[in-house]
Nanobody
Framework: QVQLVESGGGLVQAGGSLRLSCAAS????????MGWVRQAPGKEREFVAA????????YYADSMKGRFIISRDNAANTVYLQMNSLKPEDTAVYSC??????????????????WGQGTQVTVSS
């Protein structure tokens, strides 16, 4: 059984940083495109960032460009999201997603093969 487990969320002041991790278990996801999505209360799910299977391509939603960095360590079966210059509007539950045989540029569209439970990020003003 494949599991994606996120960690690294928490409470941070505006302007601060957090680094999220998504560790996969049950199988290697080195051939999967990986990404992060987020959902704030009362709002629609928003795609945040994506990274290709080999890390050679990354995508960011406009509001994250220049602030967030997605990376992956296939040897560790882990994907990361470095979040800098955080704003109160970044408050949400952040989940990682995985999709196999995906070679498109841009966001990773559902359905996803695997989806984590999420980690809460709260940014105070």
């Amino acid at each position: 059984q494949v599991q994606l487990v996120e960690s690294g969320g928490g409470l941070v002041q505006a302007g601060g940083s957090l680094r999220l991790s998504c560790a996969a278990s049950g199988r290697t996801l080195s051939s999967y495109a990986m990404g992060w999505v987020r959902q704030a209360p009362g709002k629609e799910r928003e795609f945040v960032a994506a990274i290709s299977w080999n890390g050679g391509y990354t995508y960011y939603a406009d509001s994250m460009k220049g602030r967030f960095i997605i990376s992956r360590d296939n040897a560790a079966n882990t994907v990361y999201l470095q979040m800098n210059s955080l704003k109160p509007e970044d408050t949400a539950v952040y989940s990682c997603v995985a999709k196999g045989h995906y070679r498109n540029n841009g966001p990773i569209y559902p359905p996803y093969d695997y989806w984590g439970q999420g980690t809460q990020v709260t940014v105070s003003s």
